[in-house]
Each structure stands twice: as C-alpha cells, then as structure tokens.
C-alpha cells in the first residue's frame, strides 16, 4: 500500500483548505483512514478519522466542527476538508491506513502513512 498526501500550503487564518489522500492497491477500500498532523517540536497528534465505508467518523477535539473527513472508495482518496483555520493547526499532516476498517485515534492503529504534506496558516 502506497499513500500520497497532497493539499497542504499557506493560507490566512479563517482560510480553507482540502487535503487529499490517494492510495493505492484494491484493499483499500476495506481499512479505516486517519490524519495525523505533527507540528514542530511537537509529537504526531491525531486530527480525524473515518471507517472504511464512511460511516463513522472520529475528531480530534481541537478540530471537531472545523474539519471534516471523506472517502471516496472507488478513486482509493480520503479527504480532509479544514475550515475556518487557526495558526495553531500549522503543522505537517499525515494521511494513514488504519489496520482495521475502524476510525481508530491511536497512531498505533495504522500501519502505511504517507509522506505529509505541509499546512501553514498564517496569523
């Protein structure tokens, strides 16, 4: 399984952006997604996550109401859709396949990351 991350950039706060996760292989359909985001200095924390056929979704707290998570199983893409951005989600973000179909919060759930990609919301 290979994951390619891509979204990230500059953007003011109160900005949007959408990251997108494409994977590959047929079995991807049947895991669980998760974002995970690590801001400098800071450990790897989890953002959201999203069963295997979308029908559950789990949020960080910090992000709750602000970001929503999707899946689009026949382009092997989940998504990460951030609203209303705050300087404190600067951070590199993380796409991961879950080693189950559930939307665990735990980075010791997942298994295959992708390479991150960087979002920087300016004050």
């Known amino acids: 399984v290979q994951l390619q991350a891509s979204g990230g950039g500059l953007v003011q706060a109160g900005g949007s952006l959408r990251l997108s996760c494409a994977g590959s292989g047929r079995m991807f359909s049947i895991y669980g997604m998760g974002w995970f985001r690590q801001a400098p200095g800071k450990e790897r924390e989890f953002v959201a996550a999203i069963t295997w056929n979308g029908g559950s979704a789990n949020y960080a707290d910090s992000v709750r109401g602000r970001f929503t998570i999707s899946r689009d199983n026949a382009k092997n893409t989940v998504y990460l859709q951030m609203n209303s951005l705050k300087p404190e989600d600067t951070a590199v973000y993380y796409c991961?396949?879950?080693?189950?179909?559930?939307?665990?919060?735990?980075?010791?759930?997942?298994?295959?990351w992708g390479q991150g990609t960087l979002v920087t919301v300016s004050s």
């Open positions: 991961a396949k879950s080693i189950a179909n559930v939307a665990g919060t735990r980075h010791q759930g997942y298994d295959y």
